[in-house]
């Protein structure tokens, strides 16, 4: 018997145990069951005690497992665009929640001045921010490309400032929302078929906007997937990643490739900022958070890896909602800075990633 | 078909070469030695763009390709195989080959090419699915010339390619290289292996400190009382 | 055209309040500046950038109407970014370098108990226009015991204790009885937690039962909070908050159809904004909010509002009257001074009876140990598509409906 063949599921096991563990330490009222006047069993006493938690909490239960995965998927797409700038580039662009900012306010002008739906948007945000991407990769980045490293990491911290205080200038800070005219009720979808929204599912909702913003988020990775995969310039990208002299020998023009890939990260928050503003107002430093998340995806899934930062993405999204209701009353982002460190002590090429 | 005349390059603040100039007749197989840390691999790197040039001339095929960026004189036909083989290491054999035909006008040719390859390299036909970075060095290198070879070079250079490899294997790449030459491909070779390689030259160039400090046909270098004791250990 | 107008003109307005103000006192006029400091970028420059709007609109109408004779007020702005440590230097900064004689500021309870500090030490007085901790009013005091600190909004404690009696009081005028109440408030800043200290001491106080409470983070939603606020089946939810959540969190009350129809924001940013009716239109309906305002029944405060918005081209939020009420206050002050002299006005501040006010309460500003013992708070709420004055009865614009936009 070969024990590494059963360590999988034991470890997997111990952690499913382990949490259930944590869950009712934190959240059940055993104690009670633990006083003199208490009847009963211990053992049976608890069990009553969690049952009537889930009773009450089940819902809450459900509902962070399904808005964990959701606002994940949108995560994942934002960590995409990241993880590729820096597998080709080998920079750490920190504007890249800047620029979705860019995109959010885009969205949202596209919106409010032209009247024209989020959704439909994404046709007009992806394209810009994908020409912005080439813009600052040109202005900002390529000028730099020789320079350290820890330069090039303040220079986008610099733009991150300026576009930042620019939108605040443009737009001041107050937060910009949008609001749907439909999906809450009957909803028609594409004139195929009647949903009602928010869909429920035993009682924990699923919201029109933020469904889309999951299914989205969805296609754009799995889109960028072939392209990466399938496509001579997916080929090209990939083997500039991966050997940069090595491509540039078989006559891949790197540098034109670190720009279309630039471009490309670039355009992967632009569809996230529209599949993000019918839910998330607009404000000069909104990207900041999925910055700070995809950050930590790109780490979790490893570096330039595609399935690695959506994975990483639905993990950061679970953790981040289900921390507050396994941990009542810390941080959220306790959870997944642990899961941050764990990943950087026990797998530091990241979950999906090669070994060094 | 090529000629660099006073080529001036390094990193940084650091020179390396100081004015190299040589000369590559078509057909010919040139081979440039020297000691470690001559500036061999530099001048190669100069010579496809991966470096730049900081003075001096780069002609090749009659154009001035000395500020050209290396897609363009990869398009030009001026191929190398880099020391340290710069493959892939994630993508398959087949797919590292396939990218040796990146270039649009090469693509039409690349089945034949491929079969080409897979006849001087039966290993690599066998391991085409292989990860690349699994390969064992001697094909690992099979692989890179294997890869030169696809992108249907008029002039290749060769830096090391026997460095590391068992003796046996040292005589077949020395073989394959012949063989392209044969088949009318210009080449030029970088060597540790200096007998071997002064004997299958037409002609060689000797490096030092980043100049060349002697020329002359394979077997006049091969008699040379100063290239004898310096580099053939004799 | 227009749009482009308003940007232009609030770009050249940004710059000016970024830069050094022109002076433009006459020879014959003593000129006393007046220091602000308000968070004017980060994530709080939507609020701040309005206060700094409505002190500049004020200090412009008194220099024009001469209420301070023989004195020319100047208004040098500052930006605390929105953090402690950098409002604290800048109000060092306006006191050694730009010769301020009052400092009127901050929005933010962290930024303000610094600069009370500061102020306390340098012996210049602050006029709090926003800032809820109730603790900062005593930090404004120097080794002597000397009060430097003015505050003329009801602080935490009051806003807290006030909403839990409004809750309970409007519940049974309405014929009902208010048994158990959710909380939902930012758990990241002061403001969130010390309202929400207020606001539990006070249900102890009344025997009005908690039943649950969150403390959330900044996101980008709120489901599960709001998930877990419903599953206590509570009769009235509160939240404490900022603009933004508080925007989402009322679009995931209505996504979960939360089944709750009296929700009230306590001292909370987003539930008695016109913004609020504009952003999230039908949804906004039935919205609560116990917060300090000013007096809609008051005609002069209608005008200053009207001011404000033909001048700047948007709405004037409370924090801004509140602004704007407080340069009124320091030029009162600097009035019966008679000059900048920074002792003369604290002495001035501590008699300060100050009636003319657009403040919703009644009798005068006056200061006791530096809070403002008439000021309280209202109950206010979105009632077909405006932000009406629901409670106590006496300023009340309309009754106070119990119900949900989703219909719950
Ligand atoms: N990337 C680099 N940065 C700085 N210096 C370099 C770099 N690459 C090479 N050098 C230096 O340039 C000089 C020439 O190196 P080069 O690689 O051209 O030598 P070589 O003749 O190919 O030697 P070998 O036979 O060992 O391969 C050496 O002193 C080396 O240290
Ligand atoms: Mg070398």
Redesign the interface.
């Known amino acids: 018997m070969e024990w590494k063949q059963y360590r999988g599921s034991l470890i997997g096991g111990l952690v499913v145990i382990s949490l259930f563990a944590i869950l009712i330490y934190n959240n059940v009222d055993w104690r009670a069951c633990l006083e003199p006047e208490a009847e009963g069993f211990v053992l049976s006493c608890v069990a009553e005690n969690t049952s009537a938690w889930y009773a ?2 089940g ?2 239960m459900r ?2 497992t399904v ?2 995965l ?2 994940g998927g ?1 995560y994942g797409l934002v960590a995409l665009g990241l993880t590729m700038i820096f597998g080709v580039l080998e920079i750490i662009n920190f504007a890249h929640g800047a620029l979705m900012t860019v995109g959010l306010y885009i969205t949202f002008i596209l919106f409010d001045t032209f009247g024209i739906d989020p959704y439909l948007g994404l046709f007009i945000t992806v394209p810009l921010l994908f020409f912005i991407g080439l813009i600052v990769y040109r202005v900002v980045i390529h000028p730099a490309r020789d320079a350290p490293h820890h330069n090039q990491l303040l220079l986008t911290l610099g733009l991150t400032l300026l576009i ?2 620019l939108l ?3 737009f ?4 910009r ?1 949008i ?1 749907l005219d439909y999906g ?1 009720g009957e909803t028609n979808i594409l004139g195929l078929f009647v949903m009602q929204f ?1 869909i429920r599912i035993w009682r ?2 699923i ?1 029109f906007d ?1 469904l889309l913003a999951f299914l989205g988020a969805l296609v754009v990775t799995a889109i960028l997937y072939t392209i990466i995969q399938k496509t ?1 310039l997916g ?2 990208i ?2 500039t990643a ?2 940069r ?11 034109w490739i670190n720009m279309i890939t630039f471009g490309i990260g670039t355009a992967c928050v632009g569809a996230a900022a529209a599949l ?1 503003l019918p ?3 607009a ?3 909104a990207g900041n ?2 910055n700070i998340t995809a950050f930590i995806i790109v780490v979790l899934g490893g570096m330039g890896n595609a399935i690695g930062a959506l994975l990483g993405g639905l993990i950061i999204g679970l953790t ?2 289900l921390t ?2 396994f941990f009542p ?1 810390s ?3 306790i959870g997944v800075f642990v899961i941050f460190i764990l990943v950087l002590l026990f797998r530091p090429q990241g979950l999906l990633g ?1 070994a060094a | 078909m090529l000629t660099i005349e006073n080529l001036e390059a390094g990193y940084g603040d650091v020179k390396v070469l100081f004015g190299v100039s040589l000369e590559i007749q078509a057909g010919e197989i040139v081979a440039l030695i020297g000691a470690n840390g001559a500036g061999k691999t530099t001048t190669i790197k100069t010579l496809s763009g991966l470096l730049r040039a900081r003075s001096g001339r780069i002609i090749y095929d009659g154009q001035d390709i000395t500020h050209w960026q290396s897609h363009k004189i990869v398009a030009a036909g001026l191929i190398q195989v880099a020391e340290g083989r710069k493959l892939f290491p994630r993508l398959s054999v087949l797919e590292n080959l396939e990218l040796g035909s990146f270039l649009r006008k090469l693509r039409a040719n690349r089945a034949k090419n491929l079969k080409h390859v897979y006849s001087l390299f039966p290993r690599l036909a066998e391991r085409k699915n292989q990860i690349a970075g699994t390969l064992s060095g001697g094909e690992q290198q099979m692989l890179a010339i294997g890869r030169a070879l696809m992108s249907e070079p008029k002039l290749l250079m060769l830096d090391e390619p026997s460095l590391g490899l068992a003796p046996m294997l040292v005589q077949d790449i020395f073989n394959v290289v012949q063989g392209i030459n044969d088949d009318g491909t210009t080449i030029l070779i970088v060597e540790q292996n200096a007998v071997q390689t002064l004997r299958m030259a037409q002609r060689g160039y000797v490096m030092e400190h980043g100049k060349i400090t002697l020329s002359g046909t394979g077997d006049e270098l091969l008699h040379d009382d100063r290239i004898r004791t310096a580099y053939l250990g004799l | 055209m227009s749009k482009i107008l308003r940007i232009v003109g609030l770009m050249a307005l940004l710059m000016m309040s970024f830069g050094v103000m022109v002076t433009t006192a006459q020879d014959d006029m003593m000129v006393v500046r007046i220091g602000g400091i308000h968070p004017l970028t980060g994530f709080l420059a939507n609020d701040g950038l309005g206060m700094d709007q409505a002190i500049q609109m004020a200090v412009d109408e008194i220099n024009e109407m001469g209420l301070v004779p023989g004195i020319t007020l100047e208004y040098v702005s500052a930006d605390s970014t929105g953090a402690a440590d950098v409002g604290q230097q800048e109000a060092e900064r306006l006191i050694t370098e730009e010769g301020i004689s009052v400092i009127i500021g901050t929005f933010q309870s962290a930024v303000t108990g610094n600069v009370a500090t500061v102020a306390a030490r340098e012996g210049v007085p602050l006029i709090i226009d926003v800032a809820a901790a109730s603790d900062i009013t005593e930090r404004g005091r120097d080794a002597d015991g000397n009060q430097w600190t003015f505050r003329i909004q009801p602080n935490a404690d009051v806003m807290g204790t006030f909403a839990a009696q409004y809750a309970v009081a409007m519940t049974s005028a309405g014929g009902g009885e208010l048994g158990s109440v959710a909380y939902l408030h930012e758990g990241v800043t002061d403001y969130g937690r010390s309202v929400y200290g207020a606001f539990e001491a006070e249900a102890a106080n009344i025997g009005l039962d908690i039943v649950e409470t969150v403390g959330y983070e900044f996101g980008a939603d709120y489901t599960t909070d709001v998930t877990i606020v419903g599953a206590s089946a509570p009769d009235a939810v509160m939240v404490t908050g900022y603009y933004g959540d508080g925007l989402t969190i009322a679009q995931n009350m209505e996504a979960i159809a939360l089944d709750v129809p009296f929700v009230m924001g306590v001292a909370q940013g987003t539930y008695d904004q016109d913004q609020f009716v504009a952003d999230a239109g039908s949804l906004a309906e039935c919205f609560f909010n116990s917060n300090y305002r000013w007096d809609n029944l008051n005609p002069h405060a209608l005008a200053v509002r009207a001011r404000y918005a033909e001048r700047f081209g948007e709405g004037m939020t409370s924090a801004d009257v509140l602004a704007w009420q407080a340069t009124y206050i320091a030029a009162d002050a600097i009035r019966r001074a008679g000059s900048g002299d920074t002792a003369a006005i604290q002495a001035a501040l501590l008699e300060t009876d100050y009636e003319y006010h657009i403040m919703p309460y009644d009798g005068s500003i006056t200061f006791v140990d530096g809070e403002t013992p008439n000021a309280i708070p209202v109950v206010m709420q979105v009632q077909d598509g405006a932000v009406k004055q629901v409670w106590p009865p006496e300023i009340a614009e309309s009754e106070p409906r119990f119900c949900t936009s989703w219909g719950g």
């Open positions: 009450r909490y819902v809450v509902q962070a808005s964990g959701l606002i949108v930042e205080n605040l200038m443009v001041t800070a107050t937060p929302a609001r809450r928010p924990a909702v919201t933020k001579d080929k090209a990939r083997a991966q050997e002299d090595g491509a540039a020998l078989v006559g891949i023009n790197t540098d993000v839910f998330r107002p404000d000069p430093t958070l999925f981040q909602e507050g209701i009353g941080p959220d982002l090669q």
